[in-house]
Structure formats: structure tokens, C-alpha cells
């Protein structure tokens, strides 16, 4: 059975940081991306941050690049997603991806290519 248990949301102030995390179980991930979305309340889901397997490779949405940083370590099947400089708009529920890795990778960027979810975790950012 296949599992990604996200970790690491909370409540934070305007400019703070948080690190999401995301443990990947159940399979083997070798060729998979890892991928963070978000969605906000009222709002669709939306791309963040994805990683390809090898690592050599990231995509942000515009609105995080510069403040956000993705990361991973195949060897504990885990990718995380470092949050610095955050907004409140950033509030929203932080979902974690993994799709098979693809010959580009803002093909990734979309949620249809994802092959396995997170429950979710909450980040909620305070003004």
C-alpha cells in the first residue's frame, strides 16, 4: 500500500519559515518525481515546487521561487519543501506528489500527472 505521510505544517507569522516533510512508503520510487501543491480555501489546487528523481532538476510557481526550496533524499524516500519569507497568502493545505518522472518537467507541474497523494498538511500564516 502505497503512502506519503506529509509532516511539518503549523502556524507561523509573516516572514517566519517552516519545513514541510513527506515520507514516501509502500513501493519503490526509483523514477518518480516529488511534487508539493497547495489549496487554499475556496480556491483550486495548485503547483508549488517538484523535484525530479535524480534531483538535478526543480520547477517552482512564481509565487514561491526565491522563498521556497524543494529537496530530497531517495535514500529515506523523502522530499521536503523548505519555507522561507512566508506570506500570508501562502496559508493553504500543503499536499505532497509523487508522479513518474517525465521528459520535461514543467510537464509536472500539472496535478493530472500525479500518480500518488498526501493526506495533507496544514500551513497557516498569520499577518
Known amino acids: 500500500q502505497v503512502q506519503l505521510v506529509e509532516s511539518g505544517g503549523g502556524l507561523v507569522q509573516a516572514g517566519g519559515s517552516l519545513r514541510l516533510s513527506c515520507e514516501a512508503s509502500g513501493r519503490t520510487f526509483s523514477g518518480y518525481a516529488l511534487g508539493w501543491f497547495r489549496q487554499a480555501p475556496g480556491k483550486e489546487r495548485e503547483f508549488v515546487a517538484v523535484?525530479?528523481?535524480?534531483?538535478?532538476?526543480?520547477s517552482y510557481a512564481g509565487s514561491v521561487k526565491g522563498r521556497f526550496t524543494i529537496s530530497r533524499d531517495n535514500a529515506k524516500n523523502t522530499v521536503y519543501l523548505q519555507m522561507n519569507s512566508l506570506k500570508p497568502e501562502d496559508t493553504a493545505v500543503y499536499y505532497c506528489?509523487?508522479?513518474?518522472?517525465?521528459?520535461?518537467?514543467?510537464?509536472?507541474?500539472?496535478?493530472?500527472?500525479?500518480?500518488?497523494w498526501g493526506q495533507g498538511t496544514q500551513v497557516t500564516v498569520s499577518s
Open positions: 523535484i525530479r528523481w535524480s534531483g538535478g532538476s526543480t
Open positions: 506528489a509523487a508522479g513518474l518522472d517525465k521528459t520535461f518537467i514543467v510537464t509536472l507541474t500539472s496535478a493530472r500527472y500525479m500518480d500518488y
